[in-house]
Nanobody, 123 residues
Framework: VQLQASGGGLVQTGGSLRLSCAAS????????MGWFRQAPGKEREFVAA????????TYIDSVKGRFTISRDNAKNTVYLQMNSLKPEDTAIYYC?????????????????WGQGTLVTVSS
């Protein structure tokens, strides 16, 4: 499975960005998808996840109400809409996937990683 993330950039506090991740190499609807992020000097952390047919989404507390994960199985793409961005959201964002039935919660749940896209929020 190959994951190609895009959409990162520089934005001011309070601004918005939408990340996209295109998947190939496997039937997309068989993959649970997620987004992780890694800030400088910190460990990679879970941000959001979505089930195969989008019936279930989960988020870390710090992004609830601001970020929305979604997917389009016809386009083999998962999205992360990020609103009301804060400087503490600055990180490299990674698209992630698993073909397992387990829910995505930590890095150990992931089978496939994308290359990352940098999000910088200026204060």
């Amino acid at each position: 499975v190959q994951l190609q993330a895009s959409g990162g950039g520089l934005v001011q506090t309070g601004g918005s960005l939408r990340l996209s991740c295109a998947a190939s190499g496997r039937t997309f609807s068989t993959l649970r998808m997620g987004w992780f992020r890694q800030a400088p000097g910190k460990e990679r952390e879970f941000v959001a996840a979505i089930s195969r047919w989008a019936s279930t989404t989960t988020y870390i507390d710090s992004v609830k109400g601001r970020f929305t994960i979604s997917r389009d199985n016809a386009k083999n793409t998962v999205y992360l809409q990020m609103n009301s961005l804060k400087p503490e959201d600055t990180a490299i964002y990674y698209c992630a996937a698993t073909g397992d039935v387990r829910r995505i919660q930590t890095v150990t749940d992931i089978d496939y990683w994308g290359q990352g896209t940098l999000v910088t929020v200026s204060s």
